[in-house]
């Protein structure tokens, strides 16, 4: 019912910065909180950001906070994550994902997720 692309990602030096954009279809975008997860190789899926539906509210994980930013413009269906002073270790493939209403918003975002992006790739060089 709603699909997720993401693009924005590729190489950076270490200190670089990158956005990832998620575009997203269906007419009740604005209804959906919206989050992103990465996952590094040997490493389990982890989360990162997560924007209320309105976009008044976010929550980020420790390891991101002060130098990613999640955003939306719900007229244009999309979701940002401008990420800034990237690390070696930031270096995952990065997946969007579109909320359950019914679920709720919890510490890390929305509690549980009904559609996902097919994930960038984001490689950060030392």
């Known amino acids: 019912q709603v699909q997720l692309v993401e693009s924005g990602g590729g190489l950076v030096q270490a200190g670089g910065s990158l956005r990832l954009s998620c575009a997203a279809s269906?007419?009740?975008?604005?209804?959906?909180?919206m989050g992103w997860f990465r996952q590094a190789p040997g490493k389990e899926r982890e989360f990162v950001a997560a924007?209320?539906?309105?976009?008044?509210?976010?929550v980020y994980a420790n390891s991101v906070k002060g130098r990613f930013t999640i955003s939306r413009d719900n007229a244009e269906n999309t979701v940002w994550l401008q990420m800034n002073s990237l690390k070696p270790e930031d270096t995952a493939v990065y997946y969007c994902?579109?909320?359950?209403?019914?679920?709720?918003?919890?510490?890390?975002?929305?509690?549980?997720?009904?559609?996902w992006g097919q994930g960038t790739q984001v490689t950060v060089s030392s």
């Open positions: 269906g007419r009740t975008f604005s209804t959906y909180p």
């Open positions: 994902g579109a909320g359950a209403p019914w679920a709720g918003w919890g510490p890390r975002g929305p509690l549980v997720y009904d559609y």
């Open positions: 924007i209320t539906g309105s976009g008044k509210s976010t």
